[in-house]
């Protein structure tokens, strides 16, 4: 078999986490110095997963376990709720 992510969960973290530490970097070198990629990383993950799968809790929570960042707990609550937003206006969950 192959290594790579199948499914639907793995490949969207990866997707929202790259796309997320990427607009990091850019605001880091052109902005403000002091901000770090790791978390824009993590708040991209959680909008695309958000978008993708429109669950809220269950997703901060999975995301504040698995990286133990309590720090970003308010930012990401706020992405979760404008990224399922926005994905209920354009069509239905991917799960629904």
Do not use: W
């Not at 669950?55 to 706020?78: F, H, R």
């Amino acid at each position: 078999g192959t290594s790579i992510p199948a499914g639907m969960f793995m490949p969207t973290v990866l997707s929202g986490a790259s796309l997320g530490g990427y607009a990091g970097l850019v605001f880091q070198r052109n902005f403000i110095s002091s901000v770090h990629p790791s978390d824009f990383a993590l708040i991209g993950a959680a909008a695309f997963l958000a978008g993708m799968q429109r669950n809220t809790v269950s997703l901060c929570v999975i995301l504040m376990e698995g990286t133990g960042q309590t720090k970003a707990l308010i930012p990401v609550i706020i992405t979760v709720i404008c990224a399922r937003t926005v994905g209920d206006l354009f069509s239905e969950g991917v799960y629904e």
